[in-house]
């Protein structure tokens, strides 16, 4: 996995690393964006793109964030998903993601 979106894409999802995708492997559930661990090219497109610092590359993630790397890797192991975000549409969040409430 090249790059791994956490807990700032909840409830927001701006959208613009999706944009700039060159290989659209950045699918979208109901609260989060998810990065398919394989068809990610490890460009950095998104990471540039996104607004809220959401992305960083699985290399120099933060261990607080284990939990949305495994919840990606789920998403499309569980869903079987791939073949690009475009033809696919929405994807289901990971339970980690369902019952997370953000800080008050």
């Known amino acids: 996995m090249a790059f791994v979106i956490g807990e700032p894409c909840i409830d927001v999802m701006d ?7 060159p290989v659209d492997c950045i699918y979208e559930g109901n609260r989060m964006l998810y990065i398919h661990p394989v068809e990610c090219i ?7 793109a996104c607004p809220m610092e959401a992305i960083v590359p699985d290399r120099r993630m933060p261990d607080t964030w284990a939990p949305f790397r495994d919840a990606a890797r789920g998403v499309f192991t569980d869903q079987g998903l791939g073949g690009g975000a475009s033809a696919v549409g929405t994807v289901r ?3 980690v993601v369902v019952a997370w409430v953000r800080d008050a």
């Open 93 to 95: 969040d990971p339970e």
């Open 42 to 48: 490890d460009c950095g497109a998104c990471q540039d």
């Open 15 to 21: 959208r613009s690393c999706m944009e700039e995708c």
